[in-house]
């Protein structure tokens, strides 16, 4: 193999192995509805979280606050996380807002109601100013085979934000989520104790959570 086309192979695995990516959006300050606090700083916790503990590149780490949380520019970073990606790759989706619902069109749930992400212009009367569960479901749908997708929605009425967690009652779109405790304790306690808020001083934070090994019985890489 010639040393061009060795180089040329080594820029290319370099590239994949900073195929990870993650959009974290954040809203405190609302153009029309009630201001919250935390959101911005949730966000960027989890952007410190995903590039110190997870190995994310920063670069691939975008995050979007405030009076840039609108549609035009969310749907086209949503766009961004899949571009490129190959199995193996992780990409994250964390939202965190306000959420609400409204009347379901298209008759596939059961309370008659789509449940939403509202974005910074947040408007009823506006459809371009929130996401419905229905656009998200479709989004993820759109996700390459193999790629490892996780979804934070951290907002009100986000329990069937991308699809149901227990099968409802007709069985449209359910899926059971297990937890799997005994890995989630392993996995925490297998971290550096810097990792985990535990290194020594007094200064040290105290650990605020331990995240759970979720299974994942359909084999999509979904969770």
């Not at 008659?112 to 419905?132: A, H, Q, T």
């Not at 009100?156 to 890995?183: I, Q, W």
């Not at 306690?189 to 934070?205: E, F, S, V």
Request: charge should be negative; charged fraction near 30%; hydrophobic fraction near 40%.
């Amino acid at each position: 193999m010639s040393l061009p086309v060795r180089i040329t192979r080594l820029i290319r695995e370099r590239e994949h192995e900073m195929a990870d990516k993650a959009l974290l959006l954040g809203v405190n300050d609302y153009l029309n509805v009630s201001r919250l606090r935390g959101c911005v700083r949730d966000v960027e916790n989890m952007g410190g979280l995903l590039v110190d503990v997870f190995g994310f590149a920063a670069g691939n780490v975008k995050t979007l606050t405030d009076k840039l949380v609108v549609k035009s520019e969310v749907k086209k970073q949503m766009a961004w996380l899949f571009e490129d990606a190959e199995a193996g790759d992780r990409v994250v989706l964390h939202f965190s807002g306000h959420g609400s619902y409204t009347a379901d069109k298209d008759g596939d749930e059961d309370d008659g109601r789509d449940e939403l992400v509202c974005l910074y212009d947040m408007d009823f009367d506006d459809p371009e100013s929130y996401l419905l569960d229905d656009e998200l479901r479709a989004w993820t749908a759109t996700k390459p085979d193999g790629v490892r997708l996780t979804i934070v929605l951290d907002n009100c009425n986000s329990g069937t934000g991308t699809r149901m967690v227990l099968p409802s009652a007709s069985g449209k779109g359910g899926r059971e989520a297990v937890v799997d405790l005994k890995t989630a304790v392993k996995r925490s306690l297998a971290r550096p104790a810097a990792t985990r808020g535990l290194a020594a001083g007094p200064a040290a934070p105290e650990p605020s959570a331990v995240v759970a090994a979720v299974d994942d019985p359909d084999g999509d890489d979904f969770v």
